[in-house]
């Protein structure tokens, strides 16, 4: 009786772990998984202000524009359909060019702008895993 | 002809595996024969086993050596070398070519799984004929799912024609000594723990599982958690030196898909022990065998499959998706199935109480596998939600929110449970044990917290946990004497320790950290903590297979001797990136990190500074964390070893 009470002991702890990590989880989701958008998804659906969310696009053509202090960059980002205006601070990443696709991390603010804390280029090794990095550059080449 | 002979060797190697299931299948149920033919029998088959396994991991090492040779020799008429490698690269980077890709990768995969599978047969000699028979039998099914895949899917010798005129190149992130043996080290690691699944399929068929069995197991659970941890220590520190975003963990699915299995496989770790020990925890060692390896097969996955970048990479070749996932399938919903039939008929080990070194054991399992689940939800959730049509991502916020609690509470299992006896401990004398690393956990909280305020609550209270954990950890040596301690003991008190360190260092540099950006003009001036920084010229240099532009910082510690340090930004060719090269000064109290960015019209430079104190803790204390692990396996086999000498002369 005892040996089978002991096994049952550890079953119903062995769930309870599950269950706990689920909640665990599922509670920060709630605070903490940032939302992708597209400048074209802002209006439609209105983005928190205050949590982290991912901006995703083409930095515009022309747009990019550095500050006086030198470590501040201004942009917009695009995808046809809307514009998002982006000021970040900081070294931008090695692939970060106008023309070219962009990740920003960072929160919207009020007036719609966008504040950067990181910035993810294409291809970016941050962004990448550098195994597979190397394929990437060639499905997408065959795609452009 | 030596990319043919490479593919013959492959699927040669194939046909043994598919020899050795079917023998392993004759071995398992000729232990069951009664009579006077079962031992003859028995023997002869277990023999041709042994020769079968050997030789399968002879043909596939060929193989993978037929791969190394065509990258060596730059066969330009081989698709995988003209995309993966280039005649100009040094030799080193032209050897690490053959596994720094899918195919390659996925061939030294089965190689080292072949080769274990080979050591198994040849040296494993605690186990019962019929278990060794299953074990080798399960052995040799993983492996076909594997030559399946590079047959069919992903075959590396596939030919160029007509040939390149030169190769593609290794993306240069790679070239570097750290990555070069990164993946092979992590293999080493994943397939440690497939070997510790076969075990565990061999012992639930046989229905076999008692303290032989997992003494037989648990030097490759230890050999698969050295190497995982020497990886994945390794792997951070290229992370932090090479990308030169100054961070050392950024919860990316790929570092996580690496940290599951470590996760599991220090779960595992501690279980198997007490099956060894005293005979507890069987069904859930084998349980935790089977997500051990499920766990590395997702890891391996979800990195070669492309899955996790975009869904197009998915697209892009549906073969090697659809295969993966059937291979996924197959295995985890096998040895899942297999541990549901049969689990029921795994009589009950030895019970103990609560509070005891098994209890604490336990403890740590759950506290473990419920940091696991939270890392497998935040890593795998991203994916179902993009299913669902929801793009969003999980980083470290959703990591830190909901791990650091658990890691806390798991640092206090490390530390209390060596300090208890196995089957039964009182409580009262426990908290007498406890006193000094208490004791010890209260200064350092007060210190930590005089120091930084209370803004840092969580930081503050990972050094209080570290140092009680530091004095903990090293008391299981109290009142022995230091040359008698087993080996083992050595190695627990060392990788405990490693975890207070490697905490230390992680507290440090998210605490103290200091960051400066600035614009600079050669000649200027900036300051990052106690250190002055001044641009003293901007270069260009020129490497092997590299040109770059280089800054010379004049560096100066207070009143100290000033020194230089060169950060650089890299062009590559062949394909063509840019890579910045940080430049980074070690100290006894932490790491001086620069990084030179873009240059601007008005000739300004900009420059990236970092000072983070104690941050070389975490890596160190990896290194003793794998220190440890060395320290057990190698005072475990000696023990059994000389077990076994004693039983002879018994």
């Known amino acids: 009786m005892r040996a089978k009470h002991q096994r049952l002991v550890l079953g119903l702890l062995a769930l309870a772990a599950i269950a706990g990590a689920a909640l665990l989880a599922l509670s920060a989701l709630k605070d903490e998984a940032a939302f992708f958008y597209a400048p074209g998804d802002v209006a439609a659906n209105p983005p928190p202000l205050d949590r982290g969310v991912r901006l995703g696009g083409m930095v515009e053509t022309g747009s990019l524009k550095r500050r006086a202090d030198g470590v501040s960059v201004a942009f917009v980002v695009t995808d046809g359909k809307a514009r998002v205006p982006v000021a970040f601070r900081g070294v931008t990443p090695d692939l970060f060019r106008e023309g070219s696709g962009v990740v920003a991390e960072g929160r919207f603010n009020r007036d719609g702008s966008f504040t950067a804390d990181n910035l993810l280029a294409k291809h970016d090794e941050r962004y990448m895993p550098p195994q597979i990095a190397g394929k990437m550059h060639k499905s997408d080449s065959i795609e452009q | 002809m030596i990319a043919e002979l490479g593919l013959a060797a492959l699927w040669l190697a194939a046909a043994f595996a598919v020899v050795q299931l079917l023998l392993a299948w004759g071995g398992a149920r000729a232990s069951g024969i009664e009579g006077e033919h079962r031992e003859a029998a028995e023997a002869e088959m277990m023999r041709a086993l042994r020769r079968v396994a050997l030789v399968q991991g002879l043909l596939a090492l060929l193989s993978f050596m037929l791969l190394i040779a065509l990258f060596v020799r730059s066969d330009m008429s081989v698709l995988l070398v003209a995309e993966n490698s280039h005649s100009l690269k040094p030799l080193m980077y032209k050897v690490a070519g053959a596994w720094g890709n899918h195919e390659g990768s996925m061939l ?67 070239q570097d000594p750290g990555l070069a043996f990164h993946p092979p080290t992590l293999y080493l690691g994943y397939v440690g723990l497939s070997v510790a699944f076969s075990f565990a399929v061999g012992a639930l068929v046989m229905r076999d599982v008692g303290p032989a069995f997992a003494r037989a197991m648990r030097p490759w659970v230890l050999g698969a958690w050295i190497f995982l941890t020497i990886g994945i220590t390794a792997g951070s520190y290229w992370a932090y030196y090479e990308l030169g975003w100054g961070g050392w963990w950024f919860w990316d699915p790929v570092e996580n898909a690496s940290l599951m299995p470590w996760l599991a496989a220090t779960a595992l770790l501690h279980s198997v022990t007490v099956l060894a020990t005293r005979d507890g925890l069987r069904a859930w060692t084998l349980m935790l065998a089977v997500v051990a390896f499920s766990m590395s097969m997702i890891g391996t996955f979800l990195v070669r499959s492309g899955i ?24 985890i919903g096998g040895a899942l199935a297999l541990f549901g039939a049969r689990v029921g008929t795994v009589t009950q080990g030895s019970t103990f109480q609560l509070v005891s070194r098994e209890g604490a054991l336990v403890l740590n399992n759950l506290l473990l596998s419920v940091i696991l689940g939270v890392v497998f939800i935040g890593t795998l959730y991203p994916l179902v ?6 793009q969003l ?55 930590a917290f005089v120091l930084t305020g209370a803004s840092h609550l969580l930081s503050v209270l990972g050094i209080a946990f570290a140092a009680g954990l530091a004095v903990a950890s090293v008391l299981p040596l109290a009142r022995r004497s230091l040359r008698r301690t087993p080996l083992h003991i050595w190695g627990m008190v060392v990788a405990h320790l490693g975890i207070a360190v490697s905490l230390g260092g992680m507290v440090a540099d998210s605490a103290f950290t200091l960051e400066r950006l600035a614009a600079v003009q050669v000649g200027d001036n900036v300051r990052v903590g106690p250190f002055q920084v001044a641009l003293a010229e901007v270069r260009p240099t020129i490497g092997p297979n590299w040109s770059a532009v280089e800054a010379r910082l004049t ?84 023990r059994e070893r000389r077990q076994a000498d004693a039983e002879i002369y018994l």
Not at chain 2, 309 to 324: E, K, L, N, Q, W
Not at chain 2, 385 to 390: D, F, L, R, S
Not at chain 2, 593 to 611: H, I, M
């Open chain 2, 555 to 638: 560096v100066r510690r207070g009143e100290g001797k000033p020194f230089d340090l060169f950060p650089q930004q890299r062009f590559f060719n062949t394909p063509p990136t840019n890579t910045s090269e940080a430049a980074i000064e070690t100290m006894l109290d932490g790491q001086l990190y620069t990084v030179l960015g873009q240059g601007d019209d008005q000739g300004r430079w900009q420059l990236r500074l970092w000072w983070k104190p104690f941050v070389t803790l975490i890596w160190l204390g990896g290194g003793l964390i794998a220190l440890g692990g060395l320290l057990a396996l190698v005072g475990r086999v000696r």
């Open chain 2, 308 to 331: 996790l970048v975009s869904v197009h990479a998915f697209a892009v070749d549906p073969t090697r998706g659809t295969f993966i996932l059937a291979l996924l399938g197959l295995y």
């Open chain 2, 108 to 174: 030294l995969w089965v190689t080292v799984l072949a080769v274990a599978g080979a050591g198994v047969a040849m040296f494993e000699r605690r186990l019962a004929a019929g278990t060794l028979a299953a074990t080798l039998g399960a052995q040799a099914a993983i492996g076909l799912g594997f030559y399946a895949f590079l047959g069919f899917a992903s075959n590396p010798f596939v030919r160029l024609n007509p040939a390149a005129a030169d190769g593609q190149g290794l993306n240069p992130l790679l």
């Open chain 2, 393 to 447: 991502s999980i980083g470290a916020p959703f990591f830190n929110k909901a791990i650091a609690p658990v890691a806390l509470a798991l640092v206090a299992a490390t530390a209390i449970g060596p300090l208890l006896r196995w089957r039964r401990d009182n409580l009262n004398a426990l908290l007498g044990k406890l006193l000094w690393p208490v004791a010890a956990a209260g200064v350092a909280f007060a210190f």
């Open chain 2, 385 to 390: 939600a993009q299913a669902a049509g929801v």
